[in-house]
T-cell receptor, first 110, second 115 residues
Framework: DGGITQSPKYLFRKEGQNVTLSCEQN?????MYWYRQDPGQGLRLIYYSQIVNDFQKGDIAEGYSVSREKKESFPLTVTSAQKNPTAFYLC?????????FGQGTRLTVV | GENVEQHPSTLSVQEGDSAVIKCTYS??????FPWYKQELGKGPQLIID?????GEKKDQRIAVTLNKTAKHFSLHITETQPEDSAVYFC??????????????FGTGTRLQVTL
């Protein structure tokens, strides 16, 4: 089946640790995106990539990093510099204008 | 940058009634307006979209209207059913060639359809 796979579904992190969220797509889409979702705040853009080996900061990039070494993969690292990382993280890929989302990763800092 | 406002934040309707969710946007260059439905613990799914060269689009029980002059667009759900209960997001983007095509989302509307 074609689609976007995010893993893991749930992730727990101790304060001060970096964690990496995986996002893989087999839709052959060039553009990929990471959003953060908090209650009552909708989806906010963290980073996006229009093409392999290139990415840009979104609206809330501080404390996050990404890489785009392969077309299919766009991992997001939540660093210890992110002061409030507990949230639901959504990855998306885009063909033209339509965006397709993964099922999300819920990250909790313990 | 683009700013999208969405109202109401919560909406409760009885089964069979209609539901309307409204959004406004700020960037006159935006030309693509999708609506997403998100069920609990899942990623958003596209339910309908409209482009700026069209004023209205329908798909069975759902429809979207766009007023470019006023910069607002709305989602209409008729004959609501319990399975319509979810969070709905509007979004806006510009698909102009050469610019980064980013979707800017509204803050969401939690729709509850009661029996």
């Amino acid at each position: 089946d074609g689609g976007i796979t995010q893993s893991p579904k749930y992730l727990f992190r101790k304060e001060g640790q970096n964690v990496t969220l995986s996002c893989e797509q087999n839709l052959n889409h060039d553009a990929m995106y990471w959003y953060r979702q908090d209650p009552g705040q909708g989806l906010r853009l963290i980073y996006y990539s229009q093409i392999v080996n290139d990415f840009q900061k979104g609206d809330i990039a501080e404390g996050y990093s990404v890489s785009r070494e392969k077309k299919e993969s766009f991992p997001l690292t939540v660093t210890s510099a992110q002061k409030n990382p507990t949230a639901f993280y959504l990855c998306a890929s885009k063909r033209s204008t339509e965006a397709f989302f993964g099922q999300g990763t819920r990250l909790t800092v313990v | 940058g683009e700013n999208v406002e969405q109202h109401p934040s919560t909406l409760s309707v009885q089964e069979g009634d209609s539901a309307v969710i409204k959004c406004t946007y700020s960037d006159s260059a935006s030309n693509y307006f999708p609506w997403y439905k998100q069920e609990l613990g899942k990623g958003p799914q596209l339910i309908i979209d409209i482009r700026s060269n069209v004023g209205e689009k329908k798909d069975q029980r759902i429809a979207v209207t766009l007023n470019k002059t006023a910069k607002h667009f709305s989602l209409h759900i008729t004959e609501t059913q319990p399975e319509d209960s979810a969070v709905y997001f509007c979004a806006a983007s510009s698909s102009n060639t050469g610019t980064a095509s980013k979707l800017t989302f509204g803050t969401g509307t939690r729709l509850q359809v009661t029996l």
